[in-house]
Structures are given as structure tokens and as C-alpha cells.
T-cell receptor, first 116, second 111 residues
């Protein structure tokens, strides 16, 4: 079984540009989560989505950040007008529709965003 | 008070010894508890999950949960150099809710 897929693995943007990060969940998983890990900091929750619905966006910065999980295709985390402080590793995780253990999430390889 | 707290380490453990990692959480509504291993520059890898009080063993790993005291621990027996990594404690309140992570404990296994 393919795991959670993320692309690109590395992304370099200049200040003011847009960054688009993509995530395809594991087969049989319909719940997608985005987390951010700043250098030397812990993992922080950003947003939880199901197909065509944002369930919890309590961790998303109020401006410049948005996320979607369309009916077809991968989940997208979009960062507009990037600033240097956005440089981080962005991880996507997915969770199965039927859970063996409540809350289990499986992580993708991450996208390392560098803002110049 | 942080929602999930761990000792940052580094925790230095001789090869073959037992590594003991602790985690406390503040929300009594938490239902599921996880340990992830993260190698430098890599993504978190789920190694243990537990949601009932007591011990759960899986190979060289044992997770312990005490909801009354609001702590969860991880024991790594017969530690190997390949166990050198940061171990993240994570807590969930519901079936598909977000995970709250601790800052992680760095473990260094010395030959």
C-alpha cells in the first residue's frame, strides 16, 4: 500500500510568492490533517479536512493560509505572499475512515519550504 | 502550562539498556495517546498507540498509560543505536480530532 504522498518534497520561494503544497492520503483514508514544524520547534496542528469540508481550522493563521480537499484530487495547502517566517516543514497526515484505534494518524514525508 | 509536556533531553542511553520516556498532558478529556519516532530531517513515524490504562507491549516497546495521573510513558528495551531519534508524545481527544504534540525527547543510544 502506498503511504501518504506529498509533493513537492522541497520548495523554494521568494518573499511575496505563493506556495502550493499537495497531499494525497493513504488508500482508504478520508481524513486529512496538516501540521507545521518550525525549526527547533514541535509539530503544530493547522487544519483538519474531509472531502469538500474543512472540519477544524483552529490552527491556521488567519491571513495568507488556506486549505482545501476537493472531491477529486489531492488536498492543497496554499500560502499566499510568503514571508521568511513561513520557512518550515509542512506535514500532511491521514486517518482511516474506519479506525482500529481512535485518532491514529499516519504522516507523509513532508514538504520543506524555504523562503528566500 | 503546555498541553503536552515532555523532557527535551537529550537522554543518553547505553546500548542494550532501557530508555524511559515520560509525557504528561493537561486535558482530562483526552482519549488516545501515541508515540511517534522522528529521525532528523524525516517525518514522524507512529510506533505505539494506547487508550486504556495499563501497559501495552509491542516488540521492544512498552507504552504505559495512567489517566488518573495524566501521564503516559514509553520504555524501549535493549536500546540500539538505530533507536537514536526524537520521540514525540501525542494526544487526541476524539476519533478524528487533531493531535496535540509534545516538544519531543531526543534519545541518543551510545555504543
Amino acid at each position: 500500500n502506498a503511504g501518504v504522498m506529498q509533493n513537492p518534497r522541497h520548495l523554494v520561494r521568494r518573499r511575496g510568492q505563493e506556495a502550493r503544497l499537495r497531499c494525497s492520503p493513504m488508500k482508504g483514508h478520508s481524513h486529512v490533517y496538516w501540521y507545521r514544524q518550525l525549526p527547533e520547534e514541535g509539530l503544530k496542528f493547522m487544519v483538519y479536512l474531509q472531502k469538500e469540508n474543512i472540519i477544524d481550522e483552529s490552527g491556521m493563521p488567519k491571513e495568507r493560509f488556506s486549505a482545501e480537499f476537493p472531491k477529486e484530487g489531492p488536498s492543497i495547502l496554499r500560502i499566499q505572499q510568503v514571508v521568511r517566517g513561513d520557512s518550515a516543514a509542512y506535514f500532511c497526515a491521514s486517518s482511516p475512515s474506519i479506525q482500529r484505534v481512535f485518532g491514529e494518524q499516519f504522516f507523509g514525508p513532508g514538504t520543506r519550504l524555504t523562503v528566500l | 502550562q503546555k498541553e503536552v509536556e515532555q523532557n527535551s533531553g537529550p537522554l543518553s542511553v547505553p546500548e542494550g539498556a532501557i530508555a524511559s520516556l515520560n509525557c504528561t498532558y493537561s486535558d482530562r478529556g483526552s482519549q488516545s495517546f501515541f508515540w511517534y519516532r522522528q529521525y532528523s530531517g524525516k517525518s514522524p513515524e507512529l510506533i505505539m498507540s494506547i487508550y486504556s490504562n495499563g501497559d501495552k507491549e509491542d516488540g521492544r516497546f512498552t507504552a504505559q498509560l495512567n489517566k488518573a495521573s495524566q501521564y503516559v510513558s514509553l520504555l524501549i528495551r535493549d536500546s540500539q543505536p538505530s533507536d537514536s531519534a526524537t520521540y514525540l508524545c501525542a494526544v487526541s481527544k476524539g476519533s478524528w480530532g487533531k493531535l496535540q504534540f509534545g516538544a519531543g525527547t531526543q534519545v541518543v543510544v551510545t555504543p
